[in-house]
Nanobody, 122 residues
């Protein structure tokens, strides 16, 4: 089970850190991704991190502003979001997958959190 948290209302240029907490003892076996969704659009890939945390990937629009990291001892993955823009406004979801892949597609993931709303005002 995944629990996403940390969303809120911020102004453009501000920062937020999202957390994705997992229950269970095998968290380190799962790659984790963050996706976001706005009304009327499909859920879109934001960032992903491999099981060990040794490799990360980002969508182009967040490169240099967002950082994904994980603490397997705490069963938690983080998404540090800096220099937020109004277009970053969305519901953010974390997801976990046991296995290999590009980690950029929703269909690859087996488990999903409930989402946390990020609103960035201009």
């Amino acid at each position: 089970q995944l629990q996403a948290s940390g969303g809120g209302l911020v102004q453009a240029g501000d920062s937020l850190r999202l957390s994705c907490a997992a229950s269970g003892r095998a968290f380190s076996n799962y790659a984790v991704g963050w996706f976001r969704q706005v009304p009327g659009k499909e859920r879109a890939f934001v960032a992903a991190i491999t099981r060990s945390g040794g490799s990360t990937t980002y969508t182009d629009s967040v490169k240099g502003r967002f950082t994904i990291s994980r603490d397997n001892a705490k069963n938690t993955v983080y998404l540090q979001m800096n220099s937020l823009k109004p277009e970053d406004t969305a519901v953010y979801y974390c997801a976990a997958v046991l296995g290999w892949g590009s980690y950029q597609n929703t269909y690859e993931y087996q488990y999903w959190g409930q989402g946390t709303l990020v609103t960035v005002s201009s």
